[in-house]
């Protein structure tokens, strides 16, 4: 809408509103006249365009309440409809639009085209209300009933953005059963979204591979979309999460060569660093952490990959140096991340021959917590060191509460096998 107090109108605005004014300043008389209806029909349609170009929004409803009664020509009443429509949302009147479209659907009546488009702005009206229930509704009805390539990428995108408010209320199935009924259909520019969203909705849903599917496709077949960058990082952070740390690496691996600058990165060479780990890769774990380090990790795992540094600088002999990297994190969270720290320091100790540091260490971490495998693994390693200060009947006990405990963990199998070897 044109703006008289803005003070920045331009030259050729100021001209059209003019016109637009002596239309509408001629064309009132032509209106209370009788007419004939094809003149009428043009009368209405002339008013419309220069109420609307004025920014006159009670002018504009009035001759297209007037448009209404003479038009049968239900492509025109559609563009007067949307111009309309405009105008109310910029005047925050836009759920008087719904009616005017609910019309222009009976109207339109075995004009397929035409009432998907109004199906379609009928939509997005719900989209912007954020009322999800009749956006899914009118897109749904919307992507049945469009008759072409075109009227089915509109009624696509409505779909998608009707999932949208599914995926925030969170109706992850709703959601994912819009994104999936935008997809065959979708233009080029909702494909991506429509995908990348989708991975998210498989995350959420544990459903991993599907994730994975979904983020690469993004990245391999929209390799220029702003969303490409993040989407081979997903695809990579799936496999990390299944603990697919050789594809993982591989990924992550391309993806810090190729976009060392993406706000990823950092996350990215952290992953990397830790599946470099988990492989017994310790020198590149260590150089990838080092590199990490030096950008500035994110605070959410600078911790942890502290962790896995001092990890790596322990595999390559130097035990001062890790001791002292994991007396700090140690010192710093009294968390997860502290007490695998302290797990790390025990394993120290008892490669050295500590063997009494070392239990003290591990007991501490299985009397702190109450589950998991850190507490089996813990309860396990004192276990070990049991045996190594020749306790036999206390290591009998530690590895049969540890079965007990944690029967479903790789350490109670492995403690089963310590406990037929001492004999039960």
């Known amino acids: 809408m044109l703006d008289f107090k803005s003070g ?15 239309a509408a300043a001629t064309l009132a008389p032509l209106a ?9 029909t043009a009368v209405a349609e002339l008013a419309l365009w220069s109420a609307t170009r004025a920014g006159d929004l009670q002018a504009s409803l009035e001759a297209y ?37 609910e019309d222009l659907l009976r109207r339109a009546r075995g004009e397929r085209g035409i009432q998907t488009e109004a199906l379609v702005e009928s939509a997005w009206l719900a989209i912007e209300a954020k009322d999800a229930d009749e956006a899914e509704a009118l897109a749904r009805t919307a992507a049945k009933l469009a008759p072409d390539t075109s009227a089915k990428a509109q009624a696509a995108e409505a779909c998608f953005f009707a999932g949208e408010l599914r995926f925030a209320q969170p109706n992850l199935e709703r959601a994912r059963a819009l994104y999936e009924l935008a997809l065959p259909s979708a233009s080029a520019k909702v494909v991506p979204q429509a995908l990348y969203k989708l991975g998210f909705v498989h995350l959420r849903g544990e459903r991993v591979d599907d994730a994975a599917v979904c983020f690469k496709k993004v990245a391999d077949e929209h390799a220029s979309h702003e969303l490409a960058g993040e989407a081979r990082f997903l695809a990579a952070d799936c496999r990390f999460r299944q603990r697919r740390f050789a594809e993982c690496a591989e990924l992550l691996a391309t993806f810090a060569k190729d976009l060392p600058r993406h706000a990823s990165a950092p996350h990215a060479l952290f992953e990397l660093g830790v599946s470099l780990g988990e492989l017994g890769r310790w020198k590149e774990c260590e150089a990838t952490l080092v590199e990490l380090a030096r950008r500035g990790a994110n605070p959410a795992n600078a911790l942890e990959a502290d962790l896995w ?19 700090r994190v140690a010192a710093t969270d009294k968390g997860r991340v502290g007490s695998l720290a302290r797990l790390e320091l025990g394993k120290l100790d008892a490669k050295a021959g500590r063997h009494e540091d070392a239990l003290a260490s591990f007991l501490k971490i299985a009397l702190l917590f109450e589950g998991g495998e850190l507490v089996a ?27 007990a405990r944690h029967p479903d963990s790789p350490f109670a199998v492995r403690a089963k096998q310590r406990l037929d070897a001492l004999g039960r």
């Open 8 to 22: 920045n109108l331009h030259e050729h605005q100021f001209e059209l509103l003019h016109k637009a004014q002596e």
């Open 32 to 40: 209370q006249a009788e007419l004939e209806p094809e003149l009428e």
């Open 65 to 101: 309440a007037k448009l209404q009664k003479s038009s049968t020509n239900p492509r025109k009443l559609l563009d007067a409809c949307r111009a309309v429509a405009a105008l109310l949302k910029e005047a925050q009147r836009a759920a008087e639009a719904k009616p005017l479209f």
């Open 309 to 327: 540094r001092a990890r790596a600088v322990a595999a390559r002999g130097d035990e001062r140096g890790a001791r002292a990297a994991l007396e």
């Open 377 to 403: 693994e813990a309860s396990f390693l004192a276990a070990g060191e049991l045996e190594a200060l020749e306790r036999p009947d206390k290591a009998r006990a530690r590895y049969s509460d540890l079965v």
